[in-house]
């Protein structure tokens, strides 16, 4: 099965076809197929954190809450067989149940070395906020979930907490990073303001913020406005957009947003924004019938093809779901699809 059909410049990573068929075999059985994952030499690098990254980031916001631990384990097991190597979780998922899933999935794989492993913190109501106590015992406690020794990429949630300076989280990621329990740092819920400021104390010699989430698609795209976006690019940031799929409308299966009892303002607002998205979904019908890939791949192409966007961070309820994502990783699509999508979603 061929997820990257749409793509060429990665036919050179397709997987070796076994020519022969074992004694016994059926000769109409399937031919094996032999070597690694189309997608195990798709790489980029991951801003100035030092790990190189499949574009595409699985998260881990579903597993322990709508996802069993078997149907989990299935989703990131097919994750790793299409290439990818980048796992998102939070301490706050599932109250840390998603941590102890893909702990165990780890575990169970052996593949603790092959996966970056990132974190967002700050946000689990033992250990609220980004104060130097609850940051330290947060870590340990994801740690203690994951069955790991070290956070390779720790998102440092802004939005939990709005009282503790920014340099006291700083000094305490300090000591998480010497002592080898984080790697690199990333940011989610900061202004650009915030950022600012980091980078100054990164030069007194602070760790550097390298990753930023920041909620985008196509769909809502306010958050990642003018300012964020120039100090982004400005200190070299890796963009890991969350809600890339819009909590799933993007996908195409549910074709209307916002539904029950509203004001009648609220009811207008509605109204706008179910006739603004169901023009994005024709949209990504029009561009996905074009190259032959579903709704969902078109939505993750599209914020690929964005500058600063290095992998987006999606979620999957089954294994299929990720593989209608990862077709994404292979479009290309053209400055006219880009327009129209983007015009639609206006």
Same mark, same amino acid.
């Given at each position: 099965?061929?997820?990257?059909?749409?793509?060429?410049?990665?036919?050179?990573?397709?997987?070796?076809?076994?020519?022969?068929?074992?004694?016994?075999?059926?000769?109409?059985?399937?031919?094996?197929?032999?070597?690694?994952?189309?997608?195990?030499?798709?790489?980029?690098?991951?801003?100035?954190?030092?790990?190189?990254?499949?574009?595409?980031?699985?998260?881990?916001?579903?597993?322990?809450?709508?996802?069993?631990?078997?149907?989990?384990?299935?989703?990131?097991?097919?994750?790793?067989?299409?290439?990818?190597?980048?796992?998102?979780?939070?301490?706050?998922?599932?109250?840390?149940?998603?941590?102890?899933?893909?702990?165990?999935?780890?575990?169970?794989?052996?593949?603790?070395?092959?996966?970056?492993?990132?974190?967002?913190?700050?946000?689990?109501?033992?250990?609220?906020?980004?104060?130097?106590?609850?940051?330290?015992?947060?870590?340990?406690?994801?740690?203690?979930?994951?069955?790991?020794?070290?956070?390779?990429?720790?998102?440092?949630?802004?939005?939990?907490?709005?009282?503790?300076?920014?340099?006291?989280?700083?000094?305490?990621? %300090?000591? +998480? @990073?010497?002592?080898?329990? &984080? *790697?690199?740092?990333?940011?989610?819920?900061?202004?650009? =303001?915030?950022?600012? $400021?980091?980078?100054?104390?990164?030069?007194?010699?602070?760790?550097?913020?390298?990753?930023?989430?920041?909620?985008?698609?196509?769909?809502?795209?306010?958050?990642?406005?003018?300012?964020?976006?120039?100090?982004?690019?400005?200190?070299?940031?890796?963009?890991?957009?969350?809600?890339?799929?819009?909590?799933?409308?993007?996908?195409?299966?549910?074709?209307?947003?916002?539904?029950?009892?509203?004001?009648?303002?609220?009811?207008?607002?509605?109204?706008?924004?179910?006739?603004?998205?169901?023009?994005?979904?024709?949209?990504?019908?029009?561009?996905?019938?074009?190259?032959?890939?579903?709704?969902?791949?078109?939505?993750?192409?599209?914020?690929?093809?964005?500058?600063?966007?290095?992998?987006?961070?999606?979620?999957?309820?089954?294994?299929?779901?990720? %593989?209608? +994502? @990862?077709?994404?990783?292979? &479009? *290309?699509?053209?400055?006219?699809?880009?327009?129209?999508? =983007?015009?639609?979603? $206006?």
């Amino acid at each position: 099965m061929a997820f990257f059909g749409v793509d060429s410049t990665l036919s050179s990573s397709s997987p070796q076809i076994a020519t022969e068929v074992s004694p016994g075999v059926h000769p109409s059985a399937p031919i094996p197929v032999q070597g690694p994952a189309v997608g195990q030499n798709v790489r980029s690098p991951l801003g100035e954190s030092g790990f190189d990254v499949f574009p595409l980031i699985l998260g881990g916001a579903e597993f322990g809450w709508n996802v069993d631990l078997e149907s989990s384990h299935d989703i990131l097991d097919t994750y790793v067989e299409l290439g990818g190597n980048v796992v998102h979780t939070s301490d706050s998922f599932a109250a840390g149940r998603s941590e102890h899933i893909i702990g165990q999935w780890l575990h169970s794989r052996g593949l603790r070395d092959d996966v970056v492993l990132a974190v967002r913190v700050g946000g689990h109501p033992d250990n609220p906020g980004l104060g130097p106590v609850n940051l330290i015992r947060s870590v340990e406690a994801s740690l203690t979930r994951l069955r790991t020794d070290r956070i390779d990429v720790l998102y440092l949630d802004a939005s939990t907490d709005s009282s503790t300076a920014l340099e006291d989280t700083l000094a305490t990621a %300090e000591w +998480l @990073v010497e002592t080898g329990k &984080v *790697r690199a740092l990333g940011a989610i819920g900061y202004t650009a =303001a915030q950022l600012v $400021e980091a980078r100054i104390f990164s030069s007194a010699g602070f760790p550097r913020i390298t990753v930023l989430d920041v909620p985008f698609n196509v769909l809502r795209r306010h958050e990642f406005d003018a300012d964020l976006r120039l100090v982004a690019g400005a200190q070299s940031m890796a963009v890991t957009p969350s809600h890339a799929l819009e909590h799933g409308f993007l996908a195409g299966r549910q074709r209307t947003r916002i539904r029950g009892a509203l004001s009648v303002r609220g009811a207008q607002l509605a109204a706008n924004l179910n006739r603004r998205g169901s023009r994005t979904l024709r949209a990504l019908d029009a561009v996905g019938s074009e190259l032959g890939v579903p709704d969902a791949a078109v939505a993750v192409a599209w914020l690929l093809a964005q500058k600063l966007v290095t992998a987006p961070i999606v979620n999957a309820y089954a294994p299929q779901h990720v %593989e209608e +994502l @990862v077709q994404g990783v292979g &479009v *290309r699509l053209s400055r006219v699809q880009l327009s129209d999508i =983007a015009r639609a979603s $206006e």
